[in-house]
């Protein structure tokens, strides 16, 4: 079955840098859109970052210049690089892609992962 594999978190300095990763694997699918969401504590699940299969992309508007999304279509692969990092950009960051298989489009979750950022 298809999986979202997530890796890159981790704990860093404020004015530091992170990049995460997030990889599709499987069969039978093609990639209609993939992003990043976040979680921190008592807050709802937000936007960060997506871009869809046309390359375009969209910020929310707390990390516009400071976060950077790509993919490698070749690795089925989207990052996200993470400069200038804030305590308030702490969260649990997940990666969400929205996949085509068999005619219909499906949503997947990857498992979250942990970023820290320490005054």
């Known amino acids: 079955q298809v999986q979202l594999v997530e890796s890159g978190g981790g704990l860093v300095q404020a004015g530091g840098s992170l990049r995460l990763s997030c990889a599709a694997s499987g069969r039978d699918f093609s990639i209609n859109a993939m992003g990043w969401y976040r979680q921190a504590p008592g807050k709802q699940r937000e936007l960060v970052a997506n871009?869809?299969?046309?390359?375009?992309?969209n910020y929310a508007d707390s990390v516009k210049g400071r976060f950077t999304i790509s993919r490698d279509n070749a690795k089925n692969t989207v990052y996200l690089q993470m400069n200038s990092l804030k305590p308030e950009d702490t969260a649990v960051y997940y990666c969400?892609?929205?996949?085509?298989?068999?005619?219909?489009?499906?949503?997947?979750w990857g498992q979250g992962t942990q970023v820290t950022v320490s005054s």
């Open positions: 969400n892609a929205k996949l085509a298989r068999w005619g219909l489009e499906v949503g997947y």
């Open positions: 871009i869809i299969s046309g390359g375009s992309t």
